[in-house]
C-alpha cells in the first residue's frame, strides 16, 4: 500500500530519549540504511524502506517548505537541524528532532546523506506544530503545488527575518 494513501491515526509513537533514530540516504534520498529504532519506529520492515524515498515517512502535516530549505541546505554540503513529524507505516506518526548531515567522497563531493533522529522537548513539538499548521495553510492557499511551496517558504523566511534570526537559530530556540 503506498503511504499516501494511508489513512492517518491520530496516535503519537514514541521512543526513549536515549535512543537515536538512524538513516543513510544517497543523493536522491533513497534509504540505504536504517536502525532497529528507525524500523520499530516506523513500523516498516528493513526490505521495505530500503531503495525507497525518504519521503515514504512524509506526514502531510510536515510543510514541505521545511524540506526545500533542508534540500537547499544540504546542497551547500552543509548540516540542518529541524523538527519533523513522520508517519508510520500504520498511520500513527511520531516527531524527531532532526539532524540530517550530507556524506562526502575523499574527493569533497556530496556522496549521500545521513540522519540522527532524537527524542525532542514537547514543549518545542508543540511550538514546531502550531508553525506547521501555519506553514501548511500558506502552502494549500495557492493553487498547485510549486507556487504553494514558495508561498510556504516565503512566510517562513518572513518569520525568519522578523526575528532576526536564521533556520538553525530559530530551531534551538524553540
Known amino acids: 500500500m503506498k503511504q499516501e494513501n494511508l489513512r492517518l491515526t491520530g496516535v503519537e509513537r514514541h521512543f526513549d530519549e536515549h535512543e537515536i533514530i538512524v538513516s543513510k540516504t544517497d543523493l536522491k534520498g533513497r534509504i ?10 516506523s513500523g516498516y520492515r528493513e526490505d521495505d524502506l530500503l531503495g525507497q524515498p525518504h519521503s515514504i515517512i512524509r506526514h502531510p502535516d510536515m510543510p514541505r517548505c521545511v524540506f526545500s530549505l533542508m534540500w537547499e541546505t544540504l546542497a551547500k554540503g552543509r548540516e540542518i537541524f529541524a523538527y519533523v513529524i513522520n508517519r508510520s507505516v500504520n498511520g500513527d506518526h511520531y516527531w524527531v528532532l532532526a539532524n540530517v548531515t550530507p556524506s562526502f567522497h575523499a574527493d569533497g563531493s556530496i556522496r549521500g546523506y545521513h ?17 506547521y499548521r501555519h506553514l501548511c495553510r ?5 493553487q498547485n503545488r510549486r507556487d504553494g511551496m514558495k508561498h510556504g517558504t516565503a512566510e517562513l523566511m518572513a518569520l525568519l527575518q522578523s526575528r532576526r534570526m536564521d533556520y538553525d537559530q530559530f530551531v534551538f530556540a524553540l
Open 115 to 131: 540522519s540522527y533522529r532524537r527524542k525532542p522537548r514537547r514543549d518545542a513539538v508543540t511550538a514546531a506544530a502550531e508553525l
Open 32 to 41: 540505504t540504511y536504517a536502525n532497529d529504532v528507525f524500523l520499530r519506529i
Open 138 to 142: 500558506a502552502e494549500e492557499s495557492v
